[in-house]
């Protein structure tokens, strides 16, 4: 029997509520963080970790907007397939194969190749950041302008950005996102991981993601 859980997007960050307390559920986190504890998520149980590189998980939960008790990275799902239905607040655990393409994965995380106008870019599927983002302002040019928009992202804090709704294309779907532009340490962010877009929460909230970890697929289907 499928295992699911129930989600909630708070500040724009994909959230799930547990025994220990609220957790974040971050597709672009490598690690999961927070006390010394291990945490039973959708069958895989999981150890978090109080740091990651030079971000810290202290550092990190005395920066958000709301409470919570630790974030569950990609290290929770590496021998998982998972269904994400935000639309729906849920998150199942998948028993048989999906129906995906091959994708590459990043430190854990998928990678999806996506187009805007002629631009082909590389996109990190990532509950971690509400928004969706474009490093480049070449290709964000293409959109329509929405003006500011306060953001929230668990390692980089919180700030205002200047958005734009472009059409985005997706195999041989597509639909219209919002996106932000890139601050410049989220950019460098970026460039580190030869990324050149992020997708992230409202983009699985207009379509169901499934994404094998294990056999490295994803699977995207739009409202």
């Not at 997007?9 to 010394?36: H, K, M, Q, W, Y």
């Not at 990043?106 to 509400?130: A, F, N, W, Y």
């Not at 970026?190 to 699977?219: C, H, R």
Request: hydrophobic share 45%; with cysteine; glycine share 10%.
């Amino acid at each position: 029997m499928s295992q699911s859980i129930e989600v909630n997007v708070c500040e724009g960050i994909l959230c799930a509520d547990f025994n220990e307390g609220r957790l974040i559920i971050d597709t672009g986190s490598p690690v999961s963080l927070g006390p010394d504890i291990a945490v039973r998520v959708l069958g895989s149980v999981v150890q978090l970790n109080s740091s990651f590189g030079n971000y810290a998980w202290a550092d990190v939960r005395a920066s958000l907007p709301f409470d919570a008790v630790g974030l569950i990275g990609v290290d929770a799902f590496s021998d998982a397939a998972l269904g994400f239905d935000i639309a729906n607040d849920t998150i199942v655990r998948l028993e048989s194969p999906i129906q995906g393409e091959s994708a590459e994965f990043v430190m854990g995380s998928p990678v999806i190749h996506c187009q805007i106008g002629e631009d082909k870019l590389r996109c990190v599927l990532d509950t971690g950041s509400g928004l969706s983002y474009l490093k480049r302002r070449e290709v964000a040019s293409l959109g329509q302008a929405l003006g500011k928009q306060h953001d929230f992202h668990p390692i980089l804090g919180s700030f205002e950005v200047e958005t734009v709704a472009c059409a985005i294309v997706v195999g041989e779907q597509s639909v219209t996102e919002t996106f932000g532009l890139a601050t410049d340490q989220l950019g460098q962010l970026m460039e580190t991981a030869k990324i050149d877009a992020i997708l992230g929460t409202s983009f699985f909230q207009q379509s169901l993601i499934e994404i094998d970890y294990k056999n490295e697929l994803v699977g995207i289907t739009f409202d």
